[in-house]
C-alpha cells in the first residue's frame, strides 16, 4: 500500500467473528471479501443522534445500533458544507477545488476517466453495486458506464425517502455470487429548509410542534460570536435578507420548534434506515457486511442565529461517522481527524479488501479491532465553501471562497472578501465557538502556525486560494 494511504491505526487482515466473544473468522471466511453498505442522511449533525445527545428529545435506536456495534468518529467532518460539493468529493475522494465545484450546480457533470467515481472502482474490483435515493451527483444518472453503479432506484432530490428502504431491500434480495457495495441516501432531515420557510415537507408531514416548553432548548451557542470577523456578520445578514433563510426574527420559542421539528425529521429517517439493518439481520448478510453512516454536512440549528449550512461552524461541519464492524461487540470511540470527502473512498476500499486509488488524497480509517495500536499521522484537515446563497446588502451580495483548517484542539478560518476575514477558535475550553481569537495578541503565535498549515496544504493541493491568505 502507498505510504500516503496508510490507516490512522493499524490494519488487521481479518474481522472479528459473530459467533464468538473475540474469536477471529476462519481462514475460509476471511478470504471472503466484505459487503459495503454506504447509509447517508442529509444535513444532520454529529451530536444530533441519541446516542451521542441522550433520549429526552430525540431517539434514534437504529443510528444508535450502528454505534453500539461500531466505531465512531466524533471529529469527522464534511469536504464541504452543501449538497453536491460534499456528495463530489465523497463519490470522486478529491476535495472540491480539485474537481472544481463549490457550488449546487446540477449542469456541471464530471469527467469520469479523472475522477472515477466509488461506484466504478467497486464495480472493477469485481463488486456488485447499487445505489438508491437521493443522486445529487455530477454524473450523468442514466450513464452507468460513468459512475458504476448498476442498480439505481428513485433518485430524486426530494420526496423519495419513504421508498428507499424497500428499494435497498430488493437490492439485498438479488441472488449474487459476489460481493456487494450499496449506497442508500435519504433526504432527511434535509426537510428542516422548507419548514423554516412554511413549506410542505417532501418526505411527509410530522405534525404541529407542541408549545415551546416541550421542545428542546436552544443551542447555548445561539449568540453570534465575540469579536466576529466581519465577513461572518456579513454573511448571516446576507442569509437572513434572503427568502431562502427566514430565521432573523426567530425568537427563543421560535427555535426550540424548529430544533423540535429537526428531531422528528431525524426520528422518521431513522426508521427506514431500521428497515435496512432489519433485513440485512434477517438474511444474516450483516455477518459479513461493514456499515458506513455518515452525513453530507450539518444544520446550524440556531447556533449563532443561523440555519442550514455554507458556514463553518461545528455544528455544520461536524458530520456523524460510524463504521459498523461485523463481531464488535463492545462499542469504540475514536477522536482521529477524519475529512469525510476525501477519505471516504479509502475507508471503504480497505476494508473491502481492494486497492486504494494511488491518486487520492484521503486516509483509510480502518481499525485494527485486535490490538487497538493507534498511529498519529495527520495534525489537521482542511474543509471547502463558497457560500453565494444570500441575499444582496446595500447592493453587494458577498460570494466569499472559504478555508477552515482543524487541528486536534483549534479551528482556524480565512475567507477572500470582508476586511477582518479570519476566525480562530479553542475548541477546547470554547466549544461553542463564541470567542473569535484572531485579533488577540496572546494567540498571535498559535495563529501564524495555522496560517503556514493552511499554506503549506493550498501548495501540496495546488489550491489557488492561496492568494488570498495572510502571511
Keep these: 500500500m502507498n ?19 473475540g474469536s477471529l473468522l476462519s481462514a475460509q471466511q476471511a478470504v471472503q471479501k466484505p459487503n459495503i453498505v454506504v447509509i447517508m442522511t442529509d444535513q444532520q449533525s454529529a451530536d444530533a443522534m441519541s446516542n451521542r445527545l441522550g433520549n429526552k428529545y430525540l431517539k434514534t435506536p437504529a443510528m444508535d445500533y450502528l454505534a453500539n456495534h461500531g466505531i465512531t468518529f466524533t471529529k469527522a467532518y464534511c469536504a464541504n458544507p452543501l449538497c453536491i460539493p460534499s456528495r463530489a468529493s465523497m463519490f470522486t475522494g478529491h476535495y472540491t477545488h480539485s474537481v472544481g465545484i463549490q457550488m449546487n450546480d446540477n449542469e456541471k457533470k464530471l469527467d469520469p476517466v479523472r475522477f472515477v467515481n466509488m461506484g466504478l472502482i467497486f464495480q472493477q474490483a469485481g463488486f456488485a453495486t447499487g445505489y438508491v435515493g437521493k443522486w445529487h451527483m455530477p454524473y450523468e444518472l442514466k450513464n452507468q458506464g460513468s459512475h458504476g453503479f448498476e442498480f439505481l432506484a428513485h433518485n430524486k432530490s426530494v420526496g423519495m425517502d419513504s421508498v428507499i428502504a424497500g428499494d435497498a431491500i430488493q437490492f439485498l434480495k438479488q441472488k449474487r455470487e459476489k460481493p456487494f457495495l450499496l449506497v442508500a441516501s435519504f433526504c432527511n432531515p434535509h426537510n428542516i429548509c422548507e419548514w423554516a420557510r412554511g413549506q410542505k415537507l417532501p418526505d411527509g408531514t410530522i405534525g404541529d410542534p407542541p408549545a415551546a416548553e416541550f421542545c428542546p432548548p436552544v443551542l447555548p451557542n445561539q449568540a453570534p460570536s465575540r469579536n466576529e470577523s466581519d465577513i461572518v456578520t456579513l454573511l448571516r445578514s446576507s442569509a437572513h435578507a434572503s427568502p431562502m433563510f427566514p430565521v432573523g426574527n426567530f ?33 444474516g ?36 461517522f460510524v463504521i459498523a464492524v461485523p463481531g464488535m461487540k463492545k462499542p469504540v470511540k475514536s477522536e482521529k481527524l477524519i475529512q469525510t470527502g476525501i477519505d471516504l473512498i479509502p475507508t471503504i476500499c480497505d476494508y473491502a479488501g481492494i486497492p486504494i486509488p494511488t491518486d487520492l488524497p484521503g486516509l483509510s480509517a480502518k481499525i485494527n479491532l485486535e490490538n487497538g495500536q493507534e498511529n498519529l499521522i495527520r495534525t489537521f484537515i482542511v474543509s471547502e465553501v463558497k457560500p453565494v446563497q444570500g441575499a444582496a446588502i446595500d447592493g453587494l451580495k458577498p460570494n466569499p471562497d472559504g478555508r477552515m483548517v482543524r487541528g486536534d484542539r483549534y479551528k482556524y478560518w480565512i475567507y477572500s472578501q470582508g476586511n477582518q476575514r479570519e476566525s480562530l477558535f479553542d475548541t477546547k475550553n470554547d466549544p461553542g465557538e463564541m470567542i473569535n481569537l484572531a485579533t488577540d495578541p496572546k494567540f498571535q503565535s498559535i495563529l501564524a502556525e495555522h496560517r503556514k498549515m493552511l499554506a503549506d496544504w493550498c501548495l501540496r493541493n495546488r489550491d489557488d486560494f492561496a492568494q488570498f491568505l495572510v502571511n
Design 3 to 21: 505510504n500516503k494511504h496508510r490507516p490512522f491505526l493499524s490494519i488487521g487482515l481479518v474481522l472479528v467473528s459473530v459467533t464468538g466473544t
Design 285 to 320: 448478510m450483516d455477518k459479513h457486511t461493514v456499515i458506513v453512516f455518515l452525513s453530507d454536512h450539518g444544520d446550524s440549528q440556531g447556533a449563532h442565529r443561523l440555519n442550514q449550512k455554507t458556514n463553518f461552524f461545528e455544528e455544520v461541519v461536524n458530520v456523524p
Design 251 to 283: 425568537d427563543e420559542a421560535k427555535w426550540r420548534q424548529y430544533r423540535w421539528a429537526y428531531y422528528r425529521m431525524i426520528e422518521k429517517v431513522d426508521a427506514e434506515i431500521g428497515k435496512i439493518l432489519d433485513e440485512l439481520k434477517r438474511t
